[in-house]
Each structure stands twice: as C-alpha cells, then as structure tokens.
C-alpha cells in the first residue's frame, strides 16, 4: 500500500470487540494503522487497548507477564493473563500496521472522538483517515475495497460505505432501525439538497486534503447527525464524494449506542441546516 492509511476508531465498552475486529483488520489490510480514541470505557476498553499497542510495538509479551519491556505485566494485579493471551495473538497477525490509543476522560461523544482523532492522524501526515466502528459492523474486507478505489481515484475526497446503493445491504436489523435509518437519509438528503444515499454510516475514507479544508474544532455534532454534517461540510469544500456498496450487519457483541435522544438531536439539526439553505441571511 502505497499512501499512509489511518482507521480512527472510537470506543466506549467496547473491550470484548477488541480482539475480533482489530484481528480481522490487521489480517486483511496489512501495513494499515489504528487510533483506537477511548472516551474512558468503565469496561476496561482503554486498559486492554493499550497492552494490545504495547504487544504489537515491542516484542511478544510471555503469557505469564514475565516479559514486557514497556509495562511490568508480572507486577500489575489489573493485567490479566487472559489480556496478555489477547495482546499475544493480535501481535502475531499484524503484518506492518501499528496501534495507537488516545484516552479522553468520560464520555465526551462520537463527533468530538472523530475530530480528536482526525486532528491527530493530520499531524501524523497520513495520507488518507477512516472512520469505522469497533462494533464488527464494518467489515474489514470492505475497508479494503474502498482503501483500493481511494488509491486508484486520487480526484475522489470520500469514499462513503453506503447500504444504500445497488450492491449495499444490512443484515438482521430490526426493521424500526432500518426504517429510521432510510428516512433520515431522504430527510437530510432532501432538506441539505445533497445526492447522497446513505448519509448517516459512519463507515468512511477521507483523503487528508479535503480534511485540512475543514474548519474540524468547529463542527461540535455528536452521534447520528456528525455523520450528516461531515458529508455537508466536504461537499460545501467543493469535495467530491462516492458511495460503495457495503454489507452492514448488527453488532453480535456489546450494546447499541444509538437512543431516540440522538436522532431527535439529528432531525433538529438538520432541519436548521435546511432552511439556513432555504433562506439564505441577507
């Protein structure tokens, strides 16, 4: 892979996905790195993502802790065996790629986690930044055709992983979540007069360029509508933008952060953004 991939991962309670989704990962797109940002998850996420970096920056840890030259896991009570097992067998299936992990105290939201996560990856001179959930809702084989179509499209400034167009699909969504899911793309799609299908996934490319264009410590969205705004603001940076299919299933492990708080919030903001479009300030 020829340009510097970042995949800005937020987590909170997310420490039982760890090992599954950064496995896959790492396996099927090697050389890509990962910013796991940890909005202070109660479960221990934050705790077992950092021996994860740890294992896979230095050499293998032992499964008793006798060896880590970066964290005496022998003499730490709060490292588990069953931990160091997990940094163990994610180290030995990255092939070129690094972990990194940023702790946030509290939960902090899914915008901020993004735009902490996007200003970091920027000063790290990545070329092209991901979104993409810890939940085992993206798939890592999709990442890697839209890594490929970023890579032979150099004009393109997002690549979105849409459910929307011929080839996209979820899988054993309850049908109140389909349903709210499509109707807040065709509200936010008719109302920012946008011709983008799937405006809400969270399971994106950006190339650097059209990120620096953004005025990123400015957008303070959180949850459903960030998602809606980021597409608004690249296409308002004159950005041009394309939908892949991607098969999105529901989460096997963990709970759904998605509440009626959130889209309500969404439907709000959207609905100024409209007639801020309609009616334009004199």
Known sequence: MKERVCVVMPTYNE???????????????????VLIVDDGSPDGTGHLADLIAEATAVDLLDDDGAACPVHTVSNDSSV???????????????????LFVMHR????????????GFTWALGQEYDLI???????????????????????????DLTLGSRRVAGGQTEDWPWYRDFIS????????????????????????YRARILRALPLRDIRDNGYVFQIDMTRQVVGAGGRVVELPIVFPERVRGESKMTGSIVREAMIQVTKWGFQRLVPRR
């Open 130 to 156: 991901c979104e993409m959930d810890m939940d085992g809702s993206h798939r890592p084989e999709d990442l890697s055709r839209m890594l490929e179509f970023m890579e032979t499209h150099p004009d393109i």
């Open 80 to 98: 588990h065996t069953s931990d160091i097992a997990i940094a163990n067998r994610l180290r030995r299936c990255i092939n070129g790629s690094r």
């Open 182 to 205: 499509r109707a807040g793309s065709m509200y936010a799609r008719f109302m920012l007069g946008l011709h983008v299908k799937d405006m809400t996934c969270g399971f994106r490319v």
């Open 105 to 116: 105290k509290g939960k902090l939201g899914l915008g901020s986690a993004y735009i902490d």
């Open 15 to 33: 420490r039982e996905n760890l090992e599954p989704t950064l496995g896959e990962l790492f396996a099927r797109n090697p050389g890509v790195d």
